[in-house]
């Protein structure tokens, strides 16, 4: 398909197979230059055959150097994508320059046209070519760097005087994002570092960084994570001390033709909310790279947590307006930055790049939010304690149901080696915030329903034909941990909803309103949540409630808003929840009991089938149920019993976790009704199932 | 030396320059074979489309020149091999030239 006149299409998957091909080629017409050559020798029959051979060779690997360079063009126009690229349209220009000097000359070329003498600062058409030959050039790495590289910071900071303080405010708007393109392609082919951004000023300083210059560019471009880390520093003033962050100049060797007050009015139509040149623009501005670098975000969200959390805070109603900090990272102005940063740290994207990073994130974010108790941070905070709730949730709820008590440094293992009640504490202050309330239910019935469908199929077929019968169904744990789920969820929402109540009690008249909306948003989740279906759980509840609507219903609420019903509602979920402490050292302990008495009380096989057809019998012996397979995660002691969990290593726990919840282990324990306290409907003491009364006494199933 | 149309004379010598045109001939056949595959191979992958634009357009036009070239100058080479093998006898004099020529070259470690 041929494509448009003046424009290149490039697929970097298959530019590089032809590149490949042309290498294979250049070998084979190398190898057969050399090879014929010698029987033109032998022969001496007269002929250019080796000679064009030659030039065959000379040929491909004059192209092959040609090609590399298209397809670093390719993928420089998409550096964020990894594996295959999709076709990467390019403006026909890159193919002014057939190599990279040629190019890097090209750009060096157009930093010393800007860099020569203009005393009357008159030339307009300078900087309206210089963002016409940039724009063509945006996606050329090589072109890029000899530009920057000849320009360097100071002269960098100078020209965007110029450029944001363009009268015209679309002349401004489009340097702006030319240059934030190229400039965050240059930071990722060049390290910035503290030396390039302490020149990063108008005044000729080694020592002091203009970041307001760089607010209005980092929305343009995906810039190095090592620069953006470094520029967090500063914000954040943990840096090594070596710059300072003197925002905007202005005067001598700054903007002088209009100052800095004159490049601050300029360019800044559309920009709604103020000053797109301030600290706090900047600040906002980088928050929000930082979120989008799923590299990043985690590690540095971890480093700075107790900061963004404390800044939120410090904004509440609870601190008296006059004793809330204003400016630098605490700034009122950066919270909605803040809060996407904690949500983006916490998120799916953060997960995938750097699952190590993104989990200690998340672990300490709740160890933080735990360790605080119920604290005052924006709703948008909560809203984004929501997500990370979200992306998290068979972590969170792995704590609940697990069998073992948490391991803290066991960072990888299923719940971040948390506890249940760190866990709710984060929740609690997520569903405070109301907007996440439903998403977070639809979580809880998701996560139970999931629990429940695994133990159906581990134990197919357990209970047919022939099968003996067991004092407990081999899915009675699996269905108590799904309770688990739903009634820790439940017991997160009323507590968070007494809390609420108590609030509106003890608030003034206008906190009264919050409270009053909060109630009925998490009285509404209450009645929607349906355990037995997450399709209606989402159908009942608001679904897509935002931190927005939120608001909306605080402010168009009548200073009578009864809560009566909504209380009434809540107070039924509270007698509804059954929490039951301590289940799980009761069930090791009972699992432990029917181990040591497996002489005298055999336990019985259970047969189970397996997916792909056959079956799969388990006796409970951890070794020949195949849960103990060698030394490292042998997890039993003197007497073949289980021995002490917290001496166990990472392995052993497996082991045992696996053990304790296999089904002959559970089928066969004849406690476990007791244990568990709210037994699974089909499991009730003294009842056992027809085909269970009908098997003969002591007959095992075959298999 | 027992083959059809051996000489029987004691003076009789293989020719050893026609032995040698023989195997550049067979060098000749087998690279161009390979060459063509590895051409076909690049135009194959060309044709895919994930390269398009008036640059490429160039670089296919040189392509398809550079292959035309070295498909040719090796046939060119394999026919003048033909050419010379239809005028060589098997067999020469003990005292030619040619029962003294050194004989194939020997392969070259290349393909």
């Given at each position: ?19 490949t091909a042309m290498a294979d080629l250049r070998e084979t017409a190398q190898a057969q230059a050399r090879l014929l050559s010698a029987h033109v020798d032998a022969t001496r029959i007269a002929g250019d055959t080796p000679a064009r051979l030659r030039a065959a060779h000379a040929w491909a690997d004059q192209d092959i150097t040609m090609l590399r360079r298209r397809l670093a063009l390719a993928e420089a126009a998409d550096p964020g994508t990894t594996g295959p690229l999709p076709p990467a349209a390019l403006r026909g220009v890159p193919d002014l320059y057939d190599t990279a000097e040629q190019a890097r000359a090209a750009g060096r070329s157009l930093a ?308 249940p009640r760190q866990w709710a504490a984060l929740l609690r202050e997520s569903l405070r915030g109301g907007a996440s309330a439903p998403l977070l239910a639809a979580d809880a019935v998701a996560v139970g329903a999931g629990i429940d469908q695994r133990a159906w199929e581990q134990t197919r077929g357990y209970n047919g034909p022939g099968a003996a019968h067991y004092p407990a169904s081999p899915r009675a744990l699996a269905y108590h941990q799904a309770n688990e789920v739903t009634t820790f969820f439940g017991t997160a929402l009323s507590e968070t909803a007494e809390r609420v109540l108590r609030e509106h009690a003890t608030r003034q008249e206008e906190h ?192 | ?111």
């Amino acid at each position: 398909m041929p494509a448009p006149a003046n424009r290149v299409v490039v697929d970097p998957h298959s530019l590089r197979r032809l590149i490949t091909a042309m290498a294979d080629l250049r070998e084979t017409a190398q190898a057969q230059a050399r090879l014929l050559s010698a029987h033109v020798d032998a022969t001496r029959i007269a002929g250019d055959t080796p000679a064009r051979l030659r030039a065959a060779h000379a040929w491909a690997d004059q192209d092959i150097t040609m090609l590399r360079r298209r397809l670093a063009l390719a993928e420089a126009a998409d550096p964020g994508t990894t594996g295959p690229l999709p076709p990467a349209a390019l403006r026909g220009v890159p193919d002014l320059y057939d190599t990279a000097e040629q190019a890097r000359a090209a750009g060096r070329s157009l930093a010393d046209r800007l860099l020569r003498p203009d005393p009357d600062r008159r030339d307009r058409s300078r900087l309206a070519d210089l963002a016409a030959a940039l724009s063509g050039r945006a996606a050329d790495p090589d072109f890029v760097t000899g530009f920057y590289d000849r320009l360097g910071p100071s002269a960098l900071a100078g020209l965007l005087h110029q450029v944001l303080g363009a009268r015209e405010p679309g002349a401004a708007r489009h340097g702006e994002e030319i240059i934030g393109r190229t400039l965050a392609s240059y930071s990722r082919l060049r390290r910035l570092d503290a030396s390039w951004l302490g020149r990063f000023n108008s005044r000729r300083r080694d020592d002091q960084v203009e970041t307001s210059l760089l607010g209005p560019l980092l929305r343009h471009g995906r810039f190095a994570s090592a620069l953006l880390a470094r520029l967090g520093e500063l914000l954040f003033g943990t840096g090594d001390g070596s710059l300072r962050d003197v925002g905007l100049q202005a005067g001598p060797g700054g903007p002088a033709a209009r100052g800095a007050a004159g490049i601050r009015g300029a360019g800044g139509a559309g920009d709604a909310g103020g000053d797109r040149l301030s600290r706090e623009a900047f600040g906002s501005a980088l928050l929000r790279a930082i979120a989008a670098d799923p590299e990043l975000a985690p590690t540095f969200s971890t480093r700075h947590l107790p900061q963004l959390l404390h800044a939120s805070r410090a904004q509440s109603a609870d601190v008296p307006a006059g004793l809330r900090p204003a400016g630098g990272w605490r700034a009122p102005e950066l919270e909605t930055a803040r809060t996407e940063l904690v949500a983006a740290a916490g998120g799916a994207e953060a997960r995938l790049a750097r699952p190590g990073a993104a989990r200690q994130f998340v672990a300490q974010l709740v160890d933080v939010v735990a360790g605080a108790g119920p604290s005052e941070v924006s709703p948008r905070m909560r809203a984004a304690y929501g997500e990370v709730l979200h992306a998290w949730r068979d972590d969170l709820y792995a704590a609940v149901v697990s069998p073992l008590p948490p391991d803290p440094a066991a960072l990888d293992a299923p719940g971040l080696g948390r506890e249940p009640r760190q866990w709710a504490a984060l929740l609690r202050e997520s569903l405070r915030g109301g907007a996440s309330a439903p998403l977070l239910a639809a979580d809880a019935v998701a996560v139970g329903a999931g629990i429940d469908q695994r133990a159906w199929e581990q134990t197919r077929g357990y209970n047919g034909p022939g099968a003996a019968h067991y004092p407990a169904s081999p899915r009675a744990l699996a269905y108590h941990q799904a309770n688990e789920v739903t009634t820790f969820f439940g017991t997160a929402l009323s507590e968070t909803a007494e809390r609420v109540l108590r609030e509106h009690a003890t608030r003034q008249e206008e906190h009264r309103l919050r409270t009053a909306v909060m109630i009925d948003i998490l009285a509404e989740v209450a009645k929607s949540i349906d355990f037995t279906s997450v399709v209606r759980t989402l159908t009942n509840a608001a679904r897509g409630l935002t931190v927005e609507i939120v608001e909306d219903r605080v402010r168009r609420a009548t200073a009578h808003l009864p809560t009566a019903g909504s209380q009434a509602v809540l107070a039924d979920l509270r007698a509804g929840l059954r929490a039951i402490p301590g289940w799980q050292s009761r069930y090791r302990a009972s699992v432990a009991d029917m181990w040591r008495h497996r002489d005298g009380d055999p336990l019985r096989p259970v047969v189970v089938q397996l997916p792909g057809g056959g079956t799969r019998h388990y006796t409970g012996d951890p070794r020949a149920d195949g849960f103990v397979t060698g030394p490292a995660n042998d997890f039993t002691g003197p007497g073949g019993e289980p021995m002490d969990v917290a001496r166990m290593n990472r392995e052993q726990r497996t082991a045992y976790a696996a053990w304790l919840a296999s089904p002959a282990i559970v089928a066969n324990n004849d406690r476990l009704p007791a244990v568990l306290t709210a037994p699974p409907a089909d499991v009730v003491p003294g009842w056992a199932p027809g085909w269970a009364r009908s098997a003969p006494a002591g007959k095992v199933p075959p298999g | 030396m027992t083959g059809p149309g051996a000489p029987t004379g004691e003076a009789a010598r293989p020719n050893r320059h026609r032995e040698a045109v023989e195997a550049a001939l067979a060098a000749a056949t087998d690279g161009r074979v390979r060459l063509a595959d590895a051409f076909h191979r690049l135009f194959a992958v060309a044709d895919e489309g994930g390269w398009q634009g008036r640059a490429a357009s160039d670089w296919r036009r040189q392509a398809e020149q550079a292959r035309t070239a070295t498909l040719g100058t090796v046939d060119a080479f394999a026919d003048a091999c033909r050419r010379s093998l239809a005028g060589q006898p098997e067999w020469v004099p003990a005292d030619d030239p040619r029962a003294r020529h050194p004989g194939p070259a020997l392969p070259a470690g290349g393909r």
